[in-house]
């Protein structure tokens, strides 16, 4: 009961939670209603950083979501051209993760990173579709057990400034295992075949629990 009111954080998360509480500091010196505007921001700091255990089903005839947010997108699509896939077709969904959203990202699958690709970019709203094409991204070319290549890309938002990655290229993956996070708001896409898509626009997913598609 405890762990859900109060779940752990990122490790991200700390420095960010020691400003927020300096700033409330110096907020309260001055005013106590400056004060508390800073506590209510240091409270959001940590329950955007934060990092609850999820029950992940393991099994390979699924992919759970990688990301906490709406389903904005469900369609078939040219794999990414920066992963030289633009004349292979796939299934996408697109997932929003608002501030509100936890954003730690899990791999949806278990299975070997192939690659990992880094693009710079801007900063559209990540709702946007030019946002898949045009933003900061990270790439997550992974191969699951049943060999079929899933394609996991965190793109940055419109306030968000940096994706963590927390994995790397040949690591062996369980399905729900964390693989990185987005800091302040973004999307992610998850590209995939020979599975059938469970979800619909405007859904709600829960990362690593959600099941989005099944063989």
């Not at 959203?101 to 709203?125: A, M, W």
Request: aromatic fraction near 12%; glycine fraction near 6%.
């Amino acid at each position: 009961m405890f762990s859900k009111i109060f779940p752990k954080i990122h490790a991200e998360g700390y420095k960010f939670l020691v400003i927020a509480g300096i700033i409330t500091i110096l907020f309260y010196i001055f005013s106590n209603f400056l004060g508390l505007i800073g506590l209510i921001f240091t409270i959001w700091v940590y329950y955007f950083f934060r990092d609850p255990d999820r029950v992940i089903i393991e099994n390979d005839d699924y992919l759970v979501s990688p990301a906490d947010g709406e389903v904005i997108v469900v369609e078939e699509v040219d794999g990414p051209k920066e992963l030289n896939l633009e004349n292979k077709k796939f299934k996408k969904i697109s997932i929003f993760m608002n501030v509100f959203d936890c954003h730690v990202n899990r791999t949806p699958c278990s299975g070997k990173i192939q690659e990992i690709l880094y693009k710079p970019g801007k900063f559209l709203n990540a709702s946007l579709d030019k946002a898949s094409e045009d933003n900061e991204r990270n790439y997550y070319k992974i191969i699951d057990n049943n060999n079929n290549e899933v394609i996991v890309v965190q793109i940055a938002g419109l306030i968000a400034r940096r994706i963590v990655c927390e994995s790397s290229k040949d690591q062996d993956l369980k399905q729900g295992e964390r693989i990185g996070m987005i800091r302040f708001g973004s999307r992610v896409d998850i590209y995939y075949e020979n599975y059938v898509p469970l979800v619909k626009i405007g859904q709600k997913a829960i990362s690593g629990e959600t099941l989005l598609a099944k063989k």
